[in-house]
């Protein structure tokens, strides 16, 4: 029949011209290719400088414990027993003299 004629012509066309644009695709995916390397590189390295953001955060934030731990510490003016007794002891002597 004329219009399975015309099909198989329009598809021969169709497959003719799309071999001819084989080689733009090709290249198209090529720099495609080139592209997401570069990206994924990038990508590893920013999630490498968060990586280490992370850990310098975690690690502010405990040099920042530390530190409040040892106002805390100051504030209560923790002594030991003796060093207690040791003051009261240096107390009279100076109410005496």
Do not use: P, Y
């Not at 590189?41 to 975690?58: F, G």
């Amino acid at each position: 029949t004329l219009m399975a004629v015309l099909t198989t012509a329009r598809a021969v066309l169709k497959d003719s011209a799309t071999r001819k644009q084989v080689h733009v695709i090709q290249d198209h995916l090529v720099n495609l290719s080139k592209d997401f390397d570069r990206f994924r590189k990038r990508m590893d390295n920013l999630s490498k400088h968060i990586q280490q953001a992370n850990k310098d955060v975690e690690d502010v934030h405990i040099s920042a414990g530390k530190i409040s731990s040892r106002f805390e510490k100051i504030e209560k003016v923790e002594l030991k027993e003796d060093d207690v007794e040791l003051l009261d002891s240096e107390a009279n002597d100076s109410e005496i003299n």
